[in-house]
């Protein structure tokens, strides 16, 4: 029961999150206007306005001038309420399910932000970071150093690839790692960073196979980022332990 209200929950700030990413990099408030068609300027009724209910009800399309409602919408209300209804079987109903829903909840504002305009804001960050850090001296890392040292591995990474790509690299990631090395520690930002690398090879090389983007054109690092730290934030420590083993049986 509490599962599925965490699923209800997530959905509904799954809507709020996507506002949070489209309005905050364009400086505009997130409070007002309501939100309106970005087509026709129809503002949206309540009942307009029910995540992702409203979007089948009305078939994807606006009431008004009938064109095509982005899909992003109700994609990223569902996928937040489905990862808030995952993260306490994974990490289990204790205070570290705190810290869990609030690392979902910044990757879901990070994610649209980045989709849609390839920025990953600063404003945003602060925000998190603040958050976080209260959380990491509330529920410490074992040991609690391992907090700062992740947090100076995963600035010093990033910075490190930032340069040496000369662009390829957006500042905003690396100040994101930083973040993410504060509340993750040293051995899982690093499994982070590299899942998240994988991630983007393999889903970019078939993005480029398939021609749905072009080549040199630039792909947000964002998604990736968000897919490959939750694997690593959930199962990381199983998947240390089996690459160990795996290691151990082959030599």
Known sequence: MIVLILLLYGIILGSFYNVIGLRVPLKKSIVVPRSTCTTCGHQLKPFELIPVVSY????????????????????FELLTGLLFMTAPLVVGWSTELVVALTLISMFMIIVVSDINYMIIPDKILIWFAGIFLLER??????PWWDSLLGAVTGFALLLIIAVVSKGGMGFGDVKLYALLGLV???KIVLLSFF?????????????????IVKRRQPIPF???????????????SEIITFYIHFLNQGF
Do not use: D, E, H, M
Request: charged share 10%; aromatic share 14%.
């Open 56 to 75: 089948i009800l009305q078939r994807g399309k606006c009431r008004g001038c009938k064109s095509r409602i982005s899909p992003i919408y109700p994609t």
């Open 222 to 236: 964002g998604p990736f980022i968000a897919a490959g730290t939750l694997t690593a934030y959930f199962w990381g």
């Open 137 to 142: 001296i509330i529920w410490p890392l074992n």
């Open 195 to 211: 899942l998240s690398t994988l991630f983007g090879a393999v889903i970019g090389g078939l993005a480029l196979l398939f021609k």
């Open 184 to 186: 993750l520690g040293v």
